[in-house]
């Protein structure tokens, strides 16, 4: 059973603050992905990385896979009240479907 | 492209009844995913098809649950009788091929509560 764990649990920060999100595992995966969730909808999927030590970005948002495929972080640089949400991160090996972590809910103050 | 539609959006039933979820998943995605996600958790995978056959069941409370894909496309998850602790969002998510870098698609859910 893969195991994410995913800190910190809630974060509020003010409008144009930096924040990071972690996404720890003792499993190695094949690939991670992170999706936001806003209330009253399904998670979207933001970004998927496969290759460790990789690095994506989205605009305001930085993706990192860690070297050893076990864990990711989620940056976002000046956040926004739009930024609102859960932040789930999933991750699968090449059997198994992706397996979702608790998510961190983020608020942003305008 | 239209995206992955659930109905219905809220169910409100008492313990011992019960209910089916239905799901029409992305056109021309093979796989189709079953979760349950329980406020303040995140998504348990419930049930994974790829086409109509069953991939991973290994989660569904088969006691209670069961879930079809007939066609190999829409599909249904019932449970029957239904706990209290059942009580949560119960999505439907699609992705074009299995596995690993395919991202999933979700629908809106389905609140179910159970009194």
């Known amino acids: 059973t893969q195991l994410l764990e995913q800190s910190p649990q809630f974060l509020s920060i003010q409008e144009g603050e930096n924040l990071t999100v972690y996404c720890n595992s003792s499993?190695?995966?094949?690939?991670l992905q992170w999706y936001r969730q806003e209330p009253g909808e399904g998670p979207v999927l933001l970004v998927t990385?496969?290759?460790?030590?990789e690095v994506k970005k989205l605009k305001r948002l930085t993706f990192q896979f860690g070297d050893a495929r076990k864990d990711s972080s989620l940056h976002i640089t000046a956040a926004q009240p739009g930024d609102t949400g859960l932040y789930l991160c999933?991750?699968?090996?090449?059997?198994?479907?992706?397996?979702f972590g608790a998510g961190t809910r983020l608020t942003v103050k305008p | 492209e239209a995206g992955v539609a659930q109905s219905p959006r809220y169910k409100i039933i008492e313990k011992r009844q019960s209910v089916a979820f239905w799901c029409n998943p992305i056109?021309?995605?093979?796989?189709l995913y079953w979760y349950q996600q329980i406020l303040g958790q995140g998504p348990k995978l419930l049930i994974q098809f790829q086409n109509n056959g069953v991939v991973d069941d290994s989660q569904l409370p088969k006691d209670r649950f069961s879930a079809e894909r007939l066609k190999g496309v829409d599909s249904t998850l019932k449970i029957q009788p239904a706990k209290l602790e059942d009580s949560a969002v119960y999505l439907c998510a699609s992705s074009f091929q299995q596995g690993q870098g395919s991202g999933y698609t979700f629908g809106s859910g389905t609140r179910l509560t159970v009194v």
């Open positions: 056109s021309g995605h093979a796989t």
């Open positions: 999933a991750g699968g090996d090449n059997n198994n479907d992706m397996r």
């Open positions: 990385v496969v290759t460790g030590g």
């Open positions: 499993s190695v995966f094949s690939s």
